[in-house]
C-alpha cells in the first residue's frame, strides 16, 4: 500500500449500515490522491500531518474510497515527523500494540457495563480499566 502525509480531512456525512451508523470522511494526501473512507467513529483516528498507508478499493464518478491505516513498519505509537523535521526514533513504552488493544477494549467493556456517556465523564475510568487490561497482557 502507499505510504503518504495527510494533508486534509474533512466530514463527508453518514452512513446507517447494518451494523451501525458510519462515518465518512474524505482524506487528501500530499500525493494529489484523495478517497472517503467510513470509520465507526465521529472522530477519525488520524490527524492532518500523519504519515499513513492507505488502499483504493474502488472508484466511480463520485470519486475513489478505501481504507486508511497506520503504516505496517512503523510502532503504534511512533512520533510523526512534523515539516521540516527528521524522524527520530522513540523510545519504546513497552507494549504498545497491547496498550492499543486494552485501550480499545476497555471502552467496549466500559460502555457494555455503564452505557454510552460523555467522554469527559469516561476518560479516567476507561484509563483505569485499560491499565488493567496491558498489566495483564504484559505479564502472560
Known amino acids: 500500500m502507499p505510504k503518504a502525509t495527510i494533508k486534509n480531512i474533512s466530514g463527508a456525512g453518514t452512513w446507517d449500515s447494518p451494523n451501525g451508523i458510519l462515518y465518512k470522511f474524505e482524506y487528501s494526501f500530499d500525493d494529489n490522491v484523495t478517497i472517503k473512507v467510513n470509520h465507526k467513529t465521529e472522530r477519525p483516528p488520524f490527524s492532518e500531518g500523519n504519515i499513513v498507508e492507505y488502499e483504493i478499493k474502488g472508484t466511480n464518478t463520485y470519486g475513489s474510497w478505501g481504507k486508511v491505516s497506520r503504516p505496517e513498519s512503523e ?19 513497552g507494549g504498545s500494540q497491547a496498550g492499543s488493544f486494552a485501550l480499545s477494549y476497555a471502552k467496549d467493556v466500559y460502555i457494555g457495563l455503564y452505557g454510552p456517556k460523555e467522554p469527559a465523564e469516561v476518560a479516567q475510568d476507561i484509563t483505569e480499566i485499560a491499565e488493567i487490561f496491558k498489566t495483564w497482557l504484559d505479564e502472560n
Do not use: E, N
Open 75 to 93: 510502532p503504534f505509537d511512533a512520533p510523526q515527523p512534523t515539516k521540516g523535521t527528521q524522524p527520530t526514533s522513540a523510545p519504546k513504552r
